[in-house]
């Protein structure tokens, strides 16, 4: 599994990449906004310019049109721009631009078949769904990004529970409480019916990391190239099964990567053994 960070932080970039763990970097404009805003007077296009060269490896950065037209405009500006400094710029594309009922819902998609045929990597992000995983992939997408994190907060909400978001949410607890409505006796149509009314997931995903397995295994069924990019990644439980059901690509921010170091008995036997150095062992090193 690569690992990406997702920062537009240069300081985080670069302290990460030194530890020689990461493939690559996914932006959004929030983030860039963010970056910069911490330093009054930096040039915008010099600070994507710096992000690009600090890493061998992809960099996503992201459009902020919402029509086709737009989109493949601002991404063909980003890629002739910002490509030549490092070779690696990927344009992430939202697998939907409609924000209201009713709205254009393929915008996304034609711009990601519309960039792919001019040789423009596309990462398609805010996908939610395996179903709109599946269409970025035949459109062509180089990487799609399954925002499990959201995924999460959108279950956790539906059923009322208080949370923080680098909180775990397991989707066994989910699948339980489901398990409850089939123990009461009643007949098949009613328990039918009360699973029905009771469903607690997402149209069958019962979590973020559900809905990661599902795109990994459409895409592993049908051979697509598409490499999938575990997104919105809160904490390092959900890193681990992710890299155990083989996703591609996964995009943490700083915190998460260095939680996946820490535990409480590596800091208690890194005490142990530095306490017991002998002086004699501790000659070998002179």
Known sequence: MQIFIDTADLDEIREAYSWGIVDGVTTNPSLIKKAVDRRPGLSMRDYIRDICRSVEGPVSLEVKGVSTEQMVQEAEMLYERFNPVNGNVVVKVPVSTAMEDGQPLFEGIRAIKTLEGRGIPTNAT??????????????GATYASPF???VDDYLRTKLD?????????DPLCARHLEEQTWEEE???AELYDRLMRSDISDNGIYSGVDLVDSIVTIYDAYGFDTQVIAASVRNARQAREV??????IATLPFHVIEDMLTHPKTLEGMQLFT????????????
Do not use: H, N
Not at 161 to 169: G, H, L, P, Q, T
Not at 275 to 286: A, I, K, M, T
């Open 186 to 188: 009643a007949s098949g």
């Open 275 to 286: 306490r017991d150095v002998v002086p004699e062992y501790e000659e070998l090193f002179e």
């Open 148 to 150: 499990l994190g959201r």
């Open 126 to 139: 805010l996908v939610m769904t395996a179903e709109q995983a599946l269409m970025a992939a035949k459109a």
């Open 243 to 248: 890299a155990e059901m083989g996703v591609d």
């Open 161 to 169: 529970i208080a949370f923080d978001k680098s909180d775990y949410y």
